[in-house]
């Protein structure tokens, strides 16, 4: 990676917190002589000597990302993102991520080892979605996390149709149906009754929610596979939500064929802690 | 029990085939000399010779029902029966079910035995649940499985905070949390991971669904138990659903207080089948 | 409860602090007026002014029994008991137990408390196994936890014919089998994924290891069931352990059957601590 | 492929079955012209005109293998195959297995199909576990399915160090951990709660049997690492099994480093058949 000299700096807009060390965080790589473009919505009129910008233009004009704020704020910033390639490194304001696991007091350390290059890649595998309704594409979505396809809270159980890479998989009879990444393995699919999936290992996750069929334990299947989803029930109110951020009804017939993502992101880690740390530190193993 | 003069019959409406054995049956006790009473949506206009009233009166117009349906038709015919203490014996018309384990080939001989006092009562403990707003009652509601109170679909996790006889238990952060008798073990329950309960064995079962925090197991309590649950998420869509059957929104500080209801629903069972037997079919466990 | 003036103290014999604690506490029962027997396993030869005896003849000399030790040193002390009804106080010396929910610091204050009459006994209900080889009972054994019947680390999986009063329940194919007191359904049980259960809900608990069929759920069955397993491997080295704590080997055909014990154990309790502190505490659950 | 011209025939030794469908195959086979080895434990004296071997010796002589049995005879036929890169086709004698995919009578047709040409390889990772005991090597093992580590039926929970490329993990506190490829996924896996990991996908699992730790999920991770269980445990009988036909016991401080073997099991298999419907005809799931 060539040398940095540009750095976007994003952040969950209504949180005091993150507005603060958004502008701490400006000054301090401003000192350094690197260029600062902040998302506007972090940006208070009366600051002065720091460039500003929409969040969704950032990824194009910087080279690296600060992400303040928590897991949720992060994924959004990866939908923005998008195919630009451009490295995101997480710095969450409250308690410990799988995203963002940099705390506050550790982010001027943490930003200097990246200036001096002691830091690691880690490439993490992103899932599109495309929404097929009467033969026509309505949507296509990027998710780092999961697709999750669910029944309305007074809806019964649903069916939902399933092939992978066109062979007959089963009909799920559930509330929902997860499909994940390995991302996304922390995530819902873990109170779903899920395993843990390396972030790195290329897969992709199925997990049935609540399935009335018992036997219908998670799947870990190969990155290149397309899963279809259709679903089948004609009276209850079905969604689509999309990294748990925003969604849509879905409707009988609809197809959900949702693949590996052509980019990954490329999130910025410190090569001085491991992931199994934030494991055992989420779950509470407790220690040896 | 004294000798049985007068059978009602209570039937899933919209299906043809339950329409068809009501009059059968009519017929087959009519002729036996036993007063029979139809439930009037499963009357068609022109039939003669039998008496017909609206479901809900009858409960107390005869000394035991037919229910013709499946599992989710005898939940509603025990709403009915609240306290009259109507023993009611459930006819599945499709596949076995667990509280409809009579099939309709075994019908006759079935009610045959019944009426020869070859039979037993099998009394199912229900839930009360009642819905304090504001400090008011706004309803009470008798379940026969379970109090289901979850998120909308596009909802994030929601807090429930939890009170055993006013010991706090813990606040829930989950899609939902399901409170169910024995006899729901079996339903939803079982699909969000719950242990199965035998049905006599007086008890409430709590059940978060896909809970955040993954140490909270289903919860087995003493059947006198008072449970009061407070919705504490201000923005997230919630719904109270009762025997997955109807239900409406809570709102922030809404309290749903459960407690066992005073009298049992009296079901009529066979002598000759164990309940194993229907676990074993329904869970295909296989045979010896 | 009358005025209590005998106190025996039973303590985990190899650990230091269990006879450092005995000393003091029979020190301070002693200056009360209180005639303290102390487990002769914690009475170092040069102590003087104290009665001491073999632990088995303690429950039928004295009125109250002061534990000193873990969960595990409480089951052998419940196993003394037996059927002498003499109420058991149980103190941890490391971590909070379920049984032993008083911790060292709080002893004393506890037991002024009890010696005033501010305490509840809670009854714990426990299960006798009877082993029974070619017609001939060859053990019976009190537990208050659990039996376990389960396979040796080379075998195989191991069927067990399991019948339920006499009706055939199921061939569990696994690596063994559970049958559990509520007590118990927080010990080995939680493990085996089975559900939490109230400790004062009669009741007996059933929990496949490892099941080769996956529909195989924990079952909670009435208290007044006898259970009745039938080893039915040949070849494999199959175990039957009593709380965990002493076993044999079972051989094929043999009976194991299990059911509730005449006598419960009577545990004192605060009554300002509820179990569900306890539960928070032993499973992370986290505050308010 | 070239064309096959010789061919290996190993079977279970002990049943009568597999030794007719040997017979009956070899002669088939010798009609079109094809040499045959055969297992010499299914070889009756009596029977002239073909050769036989001990079984070690056939994958080094043969272009193919053909397997007679079940999934523990395949998995047996997997460590003699080694590295010699022999393609191997499971017909199973019993019932479906996830290895044994081919029934008996579907024998001819599929051997026909692939003299044809008319298959395709599924390449299946296995894994090499090393014992090391004070610094020495004591036994290196080759497995399809899986690695497990448990204690003996008596003992109590043991302590399993565990380090994933010199990265701490845990120290596990269960009655065992698996190691297993995505083959053993739908093995012994399956039983302990571990997800369905699509055999392709180069991936390992961890599973830990009956944790003390309830958030200790099933782990999947990339199939380069070197995980290292060091067993802490002192006083308790602790075994390695290695997929789950042969073991023995191991001691304290004993390391077990597991790591993907060099070279893959090659499976012969029909084009014509999906994974999908092995799973659901063996997990029951039924079909639309």
């Known amino acids: 990676m060539q040398k940095i000299t540009k ?23 401003a000192d350094k002589g690197i260029e600062v473009l902040i998302d506007e919505k972090l940006m208070l009129k009366e600051q002065k000597g720091y460039s500003f910008s929409p ?9 690296m990302i600060v992400v303040l704020g928590g897991d949720g704020t992060l994924l959004s910033v990866a939908r923005l993102v998008g195919n630009s390639g451009v490295p995101v490194l997480g710095v969450n304001l409250g308690s410990l991520g799988f995203l963002t696991e940099i705390a506050l ?17 880690e490439k993490r595998m992103s899932l599109v979605a495309k929404v097929i309704r009467e033969g026509k594409d309505i949507g296509e979505y990027l998710v780092l ?4 396809i669910n029944k309305g809270a007074l809806a019964r159980i649903i069916d939902l149709e399933t092939y992978i890479d066109e062979n007959y998989l089963t009909t799920y009879k559930a ?14 699919c873990l109170s779903a ?4 999936v390396y972030p790195t290992l290329s897969s992709v996750i199925l997990i ?23 679903l089948k029930s004609e009276r209850e109110e079905v969604f689509i939500t999309l990294d748990g951020q925003w969604g849509f009804n879905l409707l009988i017939n609809d197809i959900v ?14 090569p001085h802690r491991s992931y199994f740390e934030v494991l055992r530190t989420k779950l509470k193993w407790g220690g040896r």
């Open 7 to 29: 750095i976007g700096i994003i952040g969950k807009s209504n949180k005091k917190e993150a507005i603060e060390s958004a502008l701490k965080l400006a000054k301090w790589l």
């Open 193 to 196: 009754g899920g395993p843990i």
């Open 257 to 270: 064929e949702i693949k590996r993502a052509e980019r990954t992101l490329r999130l910025i880690k410190s």
């Open 145 to 148: 996390n999961d697709v999750v």
């Open 105 to 121: 007091p550790e982010l001027f350390p943490a930003i200097e080892k990246v200036l001096n290059g002691d830091f690691r890649i």
């Open 55 to 63: 969040s969704q233009d950032i990824p194009s004009r910087v080279q």
């Open 208 to 230: 049935p929610i609540c399935p009335h069929t018992l036997t219908n334990r998670p799947l870990i299947l190969p990155p290149e596979v397309t899963i279809k989803v259709i």
């Open 175 to 188: 509330d929902g149906l997860i499909i994940s990444t390995p991302t996304g393995s922390t995530a819902y």
